[in-house]
DNA sequence: TATATGTGCTTGCGCACGCATTGTCAATAA
DNA sequence: TTATTGACAATGCGTGCGCAAGCACATATA
């Protein structure tokens, strides 16, 4: 059994952890919807879109890959509808499905929010870090990732 | 003007740093709202009051110390205060003023959470790392949130 | 003192979310 | 073929949040 109390460097690592992901996100979510009237969640749909194999996605797939629900993704993607961002297709192949899909007015906006949101993280963030730091930051969080996928799995099979 | 692209690193060590966050977040809130049936955000406030000389803080202090808004916070005390959790006082020096202060119940209730959200942070997070790797993280951090800090000053300044 | 302005908290309203349910369709088995 | 089971997306409902407005009180100004 782990011990109860976090040791100095402990606190420190894990609290201001916190802190640090409060500020950047409190930042970029102020930028895009002001600049871009876009949500730090729709953004992040939009990105996925554009990522994708003709620039769709199922709903489903979209849901998975982020926070929310089926439901929430559904009413996310909704929004983007009537905002002309994405359009909606049923799937060809499943009759249940629908597929999101970028459109034109959806990529430009994405490709000027982009550059905003790599511009904000790099001024408030990256900037304050050199090459190798930032290579050990990312072998951190490599090293969480992979342990946290192996966690997920074993708990998948359990079940 | 930065360029608006990331390079390797600079992309892992950012979006895998969300990631980490986010898997980290979704542990600790279900862990928290299953045994103990609280909220992420209820389980500070507690923290925060046990820090708390008397054991007692202010609506405001507590908003601004947080990620929510006042009447965000006005609400949070409140089902804290249904709860059991806290107890709720107006102030004898600012006939205005409330003071949210902590409960038996509600020590009680902290004390076992914070204990579990330790563990939980220790038992997937920190113990992939060593003790010199942790402090360096902390001091990632540390010059990040004081870098903010700055900016942050600066920009009240400026209004 | 009297008036104007500011501050602390609460509340009405609208929005986004999760959960549970529903409708629609696909896949499998009899 | 028909029935069963499961999967995808949409929707009713409840909840928590921010914004803006309101109330009560404090502070500054004349």
Redesign the pocket.
């Known amino acids: 059994m782990t011990n109860s109390k976090f040791s100095g460097s402990e606190g420190a690592a894990w609290g201001k952890l916190l802190n640090v992901h409060a500020a950047m996100m409190r930042r970029l979510e102020e930028m895009l919807q002001k600049q871009y009237q876009i ?1 730090h ?1 729709e953004f992040e749909v939009l990105l996925r879109l554009s990522w994708a194999n003709g620039h769709r996605m ?3 797939e979209l849901a998975e890959a982020s ?6 993704m ?4 909704e ?1 983007l509808v009537r905002a002309g961002l994405v359009g ?1 297709e049923s ?1 060809a192949e ?5 597929y999101a899909v970028l459109t034109t007015s959806g990529q430009d906006r994405l490709k000027a929010a982009e550059a905003s949101n790599i511009s904000l993280v790099k001024q408030y963030f990256l900037s304050l870090y050199s090459e190798p730091e930032l290579a050990q930051m990312a072998s951190f969080w490599e090293r969480f990732l992979e342990s946290e996928k192996k966690l997920t799995q074993a708990e998948a099979a359990k079940i």
Chains 1, 2 share one sequence.
């Open positions: 949500s969640g199922r709903i489903r926070v929310l629900t089926h439901s929430g559904s009413r996310l993607v929004r909606r799937a499943d009759g249940r499905g629908a």
